[in-house]
């Protein structure tokens, strides 16, 4: 992979795409979402966050040739087992009405004391590229959740959602605050050194 090289983002989320667009700018690829491209949302059928964005990024590369990044990401709620985890998009509905969600968690959650309310953020990265190499970056962010909801940032569950250390939801933070704490940003993290690593010996093995 190379600076200027096209990358599929295989998502149809807005909110989702505008983060990783802004995460992915700095290596300069020339980045196209899998909505522009014309590209079916797969079913997602794995098990874990990792399993459904290989399954993604994997449909994606096939599709275009091209290589392909995708997130799977969730909220992940202590009391709730681990709930709704690889299904926090479902529980918004076909129509991704995150209002819904948002409620059905505090619901979920009405007999269980504030200070238990722990919860945490979890992203699963998949970069594959056409010869089906697969690279795999999680990160993840602990906080806690408080209702009603504040904010209007981000997107998601991020209005109910307060990182370790911070009394602002994700939905109350600018967008630059979070790209720099949030779990995708650390997922992010490490895709970068990855990239810059992987380009710096193909730049090496050029110049022997």
Not at 12 to 27: C, D, Q, S, T
Request: hydrophobic share 40%; aromatic share 8%; glycine share 8%.
């Amino acid at each position: 992979m190379k600076p200027s090289q096209q990358l599929v983002v295989a998502s149809h989320n807005a909110g989702k795409l505008r983060e990783i667009f802004a995460l992915v700018a700095p290596l300069g690829f020339v980045v196209r979402g899998a909505a522009e491209l014309g590209l079916p949302e797969p079913e997602e059928t794995g098990s874990t966050f990792a399993e459904n964005a290989i399954l993604k990024a994997r449909a994606a590369a096939d599709a275009t040739g091209l290589p392909a990044l995708a997130d799977d990401s969730g909220l992940v709620v202590s009391a709730l087992n681990g709930a709704p985890g690889i299904y926090s998009a479902r529980w918004a509905g076909p129509d991704r009405n995150f209002d819904d969600a948002i409620a059905r968690v505090e619901r979920e959650l009405k007999n269980t004391p504030s200070e238990d309310r722990t919860a945490k953020f979890v992203c699963a990265l998949a970069l594959v590229e056409p010869e089906h190499d697969v690279h795999v970056f999680e990160g993840e962010v602990k906080g806690r959740l408080s209702f009603p909801p504040r904010g209007t940032n981000g997107f998601g569950y991020d209005p109910v959602f307060i990182a370790d250390g911070m009394e602002k939801t994700f939905g109350e933070i600018e967008p630059e605050h979070k790209h720099a704490i949030s779990h995708r940003a650390h997922a992010f993290a490490k895709l970068v050194q990855y990239v810059l690593s992987r380009c710096e010996k193909e730049s090496g093995m050029a110049t022997r």
